[in-house]
């Protein structure tokens, strides 16, 4: 790709902002993942298992390391445990700076996950539809 494309193409185009200052924290939450991002990860996510799109798990992006991340869709996915009952302010300034670059965020309790994955995962699926639709 030439210099001068590349001036005009967005950070989140050309590496989606990874910050690689946040690599070891995210490799240790990989390694520490909760029961709800196991079966969301496992059961939905994986192996390209939701529309044939390509996850990531616990991927620094910009200041933050999101739950998941597809690129192609520019899509993160949160996870919510019983911190962020105590963290909205946090989480909402997080989400506006995420959004201001360009990403979609769709947050689910991890209760959700747990409860009833099924309906997360029909969630997701519908997500994915509409945001393919905007694409074409």
Same mark, same amino acid.
């Given at each position: /790709?030439?210099? !001068?494309?590349k001036l005009y193409m967005t950070s989140a185009e050309t590496n989606n902002e990874y910050n690689k200052n946040l690599k070891e924290k995210a490799r240790a939450l990989r390694t520490n993942s909760t029961l709800?991002?196991?079966?969301?990860?496992?059961?939905?996510? +994986?192996?390209? %298992? $939701? +529309?044939?799109?390509?996850?990531?798990? %616990?991927?620094? !992006? *910009?200041?933050? !390391? @999101?739950?998941?991340?597809?690129?192609?869709? /520019? $899509?993160? #996915?949160?996870?919510?445990?019983? !911190?962020?009952?105590? %963290?909205?302010?946090?989480?909402?300034?997080?989400?506006?700076?995420? +959004?201001?670059?360009?990403?979609? #965020? @769709?947050?689910? *309790?991890? +209760?959700?996950?747990?409860? =009833?994955?099924?309906?997360? %995962?029909?969630?997701?699926?519908?997500?994915?539809?509409?945001?393919?639709?905007? $694409? =074409?």
């Open positions: /790709m030439s210099g !001068i494309l709800a991002e196991v079966l969301l990860w496992d059961k939905v996510l +994986r192996k390209k %298992q $939701l +529309r044939g799109y390509q996850f990531l798990r %616990q991927r620094p !992006i *910009k200041n933050y !390391i @999101v739950d998941f991340f597809c690129k192609k869709l /520019m $899509l993160i #996915i949160e996870l919510d445990g019983e !911190i962020h009952r105590f %963290q909205k302010s946090k989480d909402n300034k997080r989400e506006a700076d995420l +959004r201001k670059s360009g990403y979609i #965020i @769709v947050r689910f *309790k991890n +209760r959700e996950i747990l409860d =009833n994955l099924y309906n997360v %995962q029909k969630t997701l699926e519908y997500l994915i539809d509409n945001l393919e639709n905007d $694409l =074409n």
